[in-house]
C-alpha cells in the first residue's frame, strides 16, 4: 500500500522550475531514495512532501494526508531530518529529547531510543561538543521521537568518513527494522545502493526513472566481464561457444569475457574441463554510477 503519493509536483522560484513534473509512490516498509546531484530538486521535493514548501502544482498524500491542508496532523506521523539542521550549541543531548518529545501525542521513551542509536553515555553532552557523526544520530532519534510511520532523511551523511558513514546506514536499516517507512535523498551511489528497495532518479527538476538499483543497472546494460590471467593455452573458441558469452578480448596477458547470465559459473565450468586455472579473476559489471551517466549523460558528482 502506497503511504507517499506524489503526483505532477511542479515547483518554481520566479522563473526557475526546481522541481517540473515529479511524480512517484512509496510503499508502506520501504526505504525509497531520491538520487540526484546537487540542485536537482530533490530537497525541493521532499520539503514539499514535509510540508515546508507549498507546490504550484500537483497532489502530494502522506499517510493520506495533505502535507499543507493537514499540516498538524501530518507532523504527528512524519519526522524529519533536515539537510542542514543546527541546535543550540549549549543544548545538551537529553535536553534535546526531552524537549523534542513534549511536541508528540504519543511519543517513544527518548531514553530507549538513545540507548539504541548509542547515544545513551553522551546523553548530557552539549551539541557542540559532539563529533559529526554523533550530531547524525541524534538529527536521526529526533525525527524518530514522536514514533512517525515515516521519516524523510535528507544527505543525511554528507560531512562523515567512511566509518562514521557505514555506521549511520546500520542505524537506517535498524530504524526500518522498527516498521517505519523512510524517504532518503542522497547524492551517494554506495548509500542508495546498500540502502534503497527502489530509487527515483532526479536530474535538473526532472524524473529520469524509478526503479531498483538493480533495475537501473540492468535498463542501461545488464553484462558482465570477467577478466583473469589463464595459466595456460587456451582456445578462445571454447570460451565463444557458450551462450553466455558475447565477446572474448585479450588484453595483455589477461583474457576480457564479456556476456550475461551465469556468465561466472559458464567460464569456470570450461576452465576446469581444458585444466586451466584462472589468476587474478575479477569480475565487473555495470554500476549504479554507470547506470545514472546513462540516463542523465553526466556523471553526479564532478
Given at each position: 500500500?502506497?503511504?507517499?503519493?506524489?503526483?505532477?509536483?511542479?515547483?518554481?522560484?520566479?522563473d526557475h522550475t526546481a522541481v517540473d513534473?515529479?511524480?512517484?509512490?512509496?510503499?508502506?516498509?520501504?526505504?525509497?531514495?531520491?538520487?540526484?546531484?546537487?540542485?536537482?530538486?530533490?530537497?525541493?521535493?521532499?520539503?514539499?512532501?514535509?510540508?515546508?514548501?507549498?507546490?504550484?502544482?500537483?497532489?502530494?498524500?502522506?499517510?493520506?494526508?495533505?502535507?499543507?491542508?493537514?499540516?498538524?496532523?501530518?507532523?504527528?506521523?512524519?519526522?524529519?531530518?533536515?539537510?542542514?539542521?543546527?541546535?543550540?550549541?549549549?543544548?545538551?543531548?537529553?535536553?534535546?529529547?526531552?524537549?523534542?518529545?513534549?511536541?508528540?501525542?504519543?511519543?517513544?521513551?527518548?531514553?530507549?531510543?538513545?540507548?539504541?542509536?548509542?547515544?545513551t553515555d553522551k546523553l548530557g553532552t552539549?551539541?557542540?561538543?559532539?563529533?559529526?557523526?554523533?550530531?547524525?544520530?541524534?538529527?536521526?532519534?529526533?525525527?524518530?521521537?514522536?514514533?512517525?510511520?515515516?521519516?524523510?532523511?535528507?544527505?543525511?551523511?554528507?560531512?562523515?568518513?567512511?566509518?562514521?558513514?557505514?555506521?549511520?546506514?546500520?542505524?537506517?536499516?535498524?530504524?526500518?527494522?522498527?516498521?517505519?517507512?523512510?524517504l532518503l535523498v542522497t547524492h551517494f551511489?554506495?548509500?542508495?545502493?546498500?540502502?534503497?528497495?527502489?530509487?527515483?532518479?532526479?536530474?535538473?527538476?526532472?524524473?529520469?526513472?524509478?526503479?531498483?538499483?538493480?533495475?537501473?543497472?540492468?535498463?542501461?546494460?545488464?553484462?558482465?566481464?570477467?577478466?583473469?590471467?589463464?595459466?595456460?593455452?587456451?582456445?578462445?573458441?571454447?570460451?565463444?561457444?557458450?551462450?553466455?558469452?558475447?565477446?572474448?578480448?585479450?588484453?595483455?596477458?589477461?583474457?576480457?569475457?564479456?556476456?550475461?547470465?551465469?556468465?561466472?559459473?559458464?567460464?569456470?565450468?570450461?576452465?576446469?574441463?581444458?585444466?586451466?586455472?584462472?589468476?587474478?579473476?575479477?569480475?565487473?559489471?555495470?554500476?549504479?554510477?554507470?547506470?545514472?551517466?546513462?540516463?542523465?549523460?553526466?556523471?553526479?558528482?564532478?
Amino acid at each position: 500500500m502506497a503511504i507517499i503519493q506524489v503526483d505532477n509536483l511542479v515547483k518554481r522560484y520566479g522563473d526557475h522550475t526546481a522541481v517540473d513534473g515529479v511524480g512517484f509512490t512509496v510503499d508502506e516498509g520501504e526505504i525509497f531514495g531520491i538520487l540526484g546531484p546537487n540542485g536537482a530538486g530533490k530537497t525541493t521535493t521532499v520539503e514539499c512532501v514535509e510540508g515546508l514548501r507549498t507546490p504550484d502544482d500537483g497532489v502530494i498524500r502522506v499517510c493520506g494526508l495533505d502535507p499543507r491542508r493537514d499540516e498538524a496532523d501530518l507532523r504527528q506521523v512524519l519526522g524529519a531530518q533536515l539537510q542542514e539542521s543546527e541546535l543550540p550549541d549549549k543544548l545538551r543531548v537529553d535536553e534535546a529529547l526531552e524537549l523534542y518529545s513534549s511536541f508528540y501525542r504519543a511519543p517513544v521513551d527518548w531514553r530507549e531510543l538513545a540507548d539504541t542509536l548509542n547515544l545513551t553515555d553522551k546523553l548530557g553532552t552539549r551539541f557542540k561538543q559532539l563529533s559529526g557523526g554523533q550530531k547524525q544520530r541524534l538529527s536521526i532519534a529526533l525525527a524518530l521521537v514522536g514514533d512517525p510511520r515515516v521519516a524523510v532523511l535528507d544527505e543525511l551523511t554528507t560531512g562523515l568518513d567512511p566509518q562514521a558513514r557505514r555506521d549511520v546506514w546500520d542505524l537506517i536499516e535498524r530504524v526500518r527494522a522498527r516498521g517505519v517507512t523512510i524517504l532518503l535523498v542522497t547524492h551517494f551511489m554506495e548509500e542508495a545502493e546498500r540502502l534503497c528497495d527502489r530509487l527515483a532518479v532526479i536530474d535538473a527538476g526532472r524524473l529520469v526513472a524509478i526503479d531498483t538499483p538493480a533495475g537501473l543497472v540492468a535498463k542501461v546494460d545488464d553484462r558482465q566481464r570477467i577478466r583473469f590471467r589463464p595459466s595456460g593455452p587456451l582456445d578462445h573458441a571454447v570460451l565463444t561457444a557458450l551462450p553466455e558469452v558475447t565477446a572474448v578480448e585479450r588484453a595483455g596477458s589477461q583474457l576480457v569475457v564479456t556476456g550475461t547470465g551465469n556468465l561466472l559459473l559458464a567460464i569456470t565450468t570450461v576452465l576446469a574441463r581444458e585444466h586451466v586455472i584462472a589468476a587474478d579473476l575479477r569480475v565487473e559489471q555495470t554500476t549504479l554510477d554507470d547506470a545514472f551517466v546513462a540516463l542523465t549523460g553526466r556523471p553526479i558528482e564532478p
